[in-house]
């Protein structure tokens, strides 16, 4: 007899389950679940599937000795969906699969996401427990998987995007065939949050997550409110260097040589349904394909202005703003919503050879200067580590982000960060052409650095090591002494006072098995 509770399929999210940080101690990070798998659940749904979300973040927050093997094995799920979207989840998401198929020899094992996609032969050669890797985007190819497996069919030949493995052992290449339109995108409303596992749990998940008690307590002092991505669209045209969602790797790994946009109207219905059915209204959009012309997103902040209470959106341009945008924006969203802005780094020529979408440092101050005297709040994004960039240009960045915050009372933060080599970016492609030299290239590479509790960035330029980089990072970007040890002692009281509060078991993190202790 089946389960009341059985599920065809079963989507999973494993964060980087495990990464050491110097003040915070062990911690989880990519803690937030791809917009995609809303989607995929909803398509599956729609052809009359059962299935739900498990985000192992959320779940070993609760119980430590949660294991997904054992809620694939309660279920009776014939299908085990891992997304595989972001590298720092390789190893965590292959050791989760590992564990789930070996504790349920008959669960079909499928992959799926932008690193997924990109390895996806390479996955299936070196890791024989995952059985399939759906490459790009994989609404109507996973569910006519999951429809091939319940029917016991083992001829996979016509699921579309699909690299499988056959009764032979032979690896098999389907053709990508679907890649979805504007109908199909419109199709969807991304708001399944629900279908997430202890989804009140996940909405409230920060992007680091301690597993330390005391450490907890102090990070969550100041905590952010929950961010949920909202998706506009999909495709983007322009090719930065370092960036795997860059044209090219779209084009290479979905198919796709098409922006496709969803409209005002649906995504004024997903942002309704969030802010009223999950009370979530703090929203993040990271899509702006066509920054010199934005009439689309102008129409779009026109309809969400028609929701109450105003909402909260963070958008983050590819480009500069126009001043419609920026009007629009005011106008229709909530008075705490940010424009975010990405220079990178101050040396324009830098800029120019690195970066779609280029733009002066006078135009940005420009828009700042419209920004500041409409008390529109922003943040700013830098990077360093950048080919041919050398240390004068880090610290003219450095001086330069310091003047512009002082500058301008719309600057809420700068943000520093590193490149980290990303699969499919053009310094990945083709390293010699920018003067690099990769330290990961393969599957293989990125499951054992992402093992490791440290953070790294996978390249050295001609001017920096690796070392070196992380080092900058550390000395302009990190902690100062004095933080640290502000910190480290409220760490340490905090553990004082909380002693008879048991901390969770790290080996328990990423123990998935079915008797996990």
Same mark, same amino acid.
């Given at each position: 007899m089946k389960n009341p509770e059985h599920a065809d399929c079963i989507l999973i999210h494993v964060p980087k389950l495990l990464e050491y940080d110097s003040l915070l101690g062990w911690n989880s990070k990519v803690n937030f679940i791809a917009m995609g798998m809303y989607s995929l659940v909803e398509e599956l749904t729609n052809k009359g599937f059962s299935s739900h979300i498990v985000n192992l973040a959320a779940e070993k927050t609760l119980n430590p000795l949660f294991s997904i093997a054992n809620h694939v094995k309660y279920f009776e799920a014939p299908v085990a969906a891992f997304s595989?979207?972001?590298?720092?989840?390789?190893?965590?998401?292959?050791?989760?699969?590992?564990?789930?198929?070996?504790? @349920?020899?008959?669960?079909? !094992?499928?992959?799926?996401?932008?690193?997924?996609?990109?390895?996806?032969?390479?996955?299936?050669?070196?890791?024989?427990?995952?059985?399939?890797?759906?490459?790009?985007?994989?609404?109507?190819?996973?569910?006519?998987?999951?429809?091939?497996?319940?029917?016991?069919?083992?001829?996979?030949?016509?699921?579309?995007?699909?690299?499988?493995?056959?009764?032979?052992?032979?690896?098999?290449?389907?053709?990508?065939?679907? !890649?979805?339109?504007?109908?199909?995108? @419109?199709?969807?409303?991304?708001?399944?949050?629900?279908?997430?596992?202890?989804?009140?749990?996940?909405?409230?998940?920060?992007?680091?997550?301690?597993?330390?008690?005391?450490?907890?307590?102090?990070? @969550?002092?100041?905590?952010?409110?929950?961010?949920?991505? !909202?998706?506009?669209?999909?495709?983007?045209?322009?090719?930065?260097?370092?960036?795997?969602?860059?044209?090219?790797? !779209?084009?290479?790994?979905?198919?796709?040589?098409?922006?496709?946009?969803?409209?005002?109207?649906?995504?004024?219905?997903?942002?309704?349904?969030?802010?009223?059915?999950?009370?979530?209204?703090?929203?993040?959009?990271?899509?702006?394909?066509?920054?010199?012309?934005?009439?689309?997103?102008?129409?779009?902040?026109?309809? *969400?202005?028609?929701?109450?209470?105003?909402?909260?959106?963070?958008?983050?341009?590819?480009? *500069?703003?126009?001043?419609?945008?920026?009007?629009?924006?005011?106008?229709?969203?909530?008075?705490?919503?940010?424009? *975010?802005?990405?220079?990178?780094?101050?040396?324009?020529?830098?800029?120019?050879?690195?970066?779609?979408?280029?733009?002066?440092?006078?135009?940005?101050?420009?828009? *700042?200067?419209?920004?500041?005297?409409?008390?529109?709040?922003?943040?700013?994004?830098?990077?360093f580590g950048l080919p041919d960039e050398t240390m004068k240009d880090i610290k003219s960045t450095h001086k330069y982000q310091k003047n512009l915050k002082k500058k301008y009372k719309c600057i809420t933060k700068n943000f520093f960060f590193p490149v980290e080599m990303e699969p499919g970016a053009p310094w990945f492609e083709n390293p010699d052409k920018f003067e690099i030299k990769l330290k990961r290239k393969t599957i293989a590479d990125f499951h054992r650095v992402h093992s490791e509790k440290t953070m790294s960035l996978g390249y050295e330029t001609k001017h920096f090591s690796e070392k070196k980089i992380l080092k900058i990072r550390q000395k302009y970007f990190g902690y100062s002494i004095k933080q640290m040890i502000f910190f480290m002692l409220i760490r340490f009281i905090l553990r004082l006072t909380m002693f008879k509060q048991k901390d969770i078991n790290l080996k328990q993190i990423r123990n998935h098995r079915i008797n996990a202790n």
């Amino acid at each position: 007899m089946k389960n009341p509770e059985h599920a065809d399929c079963i989507l999973i999210h494993v964060p980087k389950l495990l990464e050491y940080d110097s003040l915070l101690g062990w911690n989880s990070k990519v803690n937030f679940i791809a917009m995609g798998m809303y989607s995929l659940v909803e398509e599956l749904t729609n052809k009359g599937f059962s299935s739900h979300i498990v985000n192992l973040a959320a779940e070993k927050t609760l119980n430590p000795l949660f294991s997904i093997a054992n809620h694939v094995k309660y279920f009776e799920a014939p299908v085990a969906a891992f997304s595989l979207h972001w590298h720092p989840q390789t190893y965590d998401s292959i050791e989760a699969a590992r564990q789930v198929k070996e504790d @349920n020899p008959a669960v079909f !094992i499928v992959f799926g996401g932008y690193t997924s996609s990109y390895f996806a032969k390479d996955i299936l050669e070196n890791y024989p427990f995952i059985d399939a890797v759906i490459r790009g985007e994989g609404e109507k190819p996973l569910s006519e998987l999951v429809k091939k497996v319940l029917a016991k069919d083992s001829d996979l030949s016509e699921v579309p995007n699909l690299v499988w493995r056959n009764n032979e052992g032979s690896i098999i290449e389907n053709s990508i065939t679907f !890649i979805a339109n504007e109908e199909d995108i @419109n199709s969807w409303n991304f708001s399944a949050i629900d279908k997430v596992k202890n989804f009140t749990t996940y909405v409230n998940l920060q992007w680091m997550l301690p597993w330390e008690k005391a450490a907890r307590v102090l990070f @969550n002092q100041r905590p952010t409110p929950t961010i949920f991505g !909202i998706c506009f669209g999909r495709g983007c045209p322009g090719t930065c260097t370092w960036c795997g969602g860059s044209y090219k790797t !779209i084009k290479n790994i979905t198919g796709r040589c098409n922006t496709v946009w969803r409209s005002p109207e649906k995504i004024k219905e997903t942002l309704e349904t969030i802010l009223h059915k999950f009370k979530i209204n703090n929203f993040y959009v990271c899509f702006d394909p066509s920054p010199e012309n934005q009439t689309y997103l102008e129409s779009v902040f026109e309809e *969400l202005g028609k929701i109450t209470p105003k909402i909260k959106l963070d958008f983050e341009c590819f480009g *500069l703003p126009t001043e419609g945008f920026i009007e629009s924006f005011q106008k229709n969203l909530h008075p705490e919503s940010l424009i *975010l802005l990405s220079p990178e780094i101050a040396n324009e020529e830098l800029r120019k050879k690195h970066r779609a979408f280029y733009f002066s440092n006078a135009q940005m101050e420009e828009i *700042l200067d419209i920004l500041e005297e409409k008390k529109i709040k922003t943040q700013l994004y830098f990077t360093f580590g950048l080919p041919d960039e050398t240390m004068k240009d880090i610290k003219s960045t450095h001086k330069y982000q310091k003047n512009l915050k002082k500058k301008y009372k719309c600057i809420t933060k700068n943000f520093f960060f590193p490149v980290e080599m990303e699969p499919g970016a053009p310094w990945f492609e083709n390293p010699d052409k920018f003067e690099i030299k990769l330290k990961r290239k393969t599957i293989a590479d990125f499951h054992r650095v992402h093992s490791e509790k440290t953070m790294s960035l996978g390249y050295e330029t001609k001017h920096f090591s690796e070392k070196k980089i992380l080092k900058i990072r550390q000395k302009y970007f990190g902690y100062s002494i004095k933080q640290m040890i502000f910190f480290m002692l409220i760490r340490f009281i905090l553990r004082l006072t909380m002693f008879k509060q048991k901390d969770i078991n790290l080996k328990q993190i990423r123990n998935h098995r079915i008797n996990a202790n």
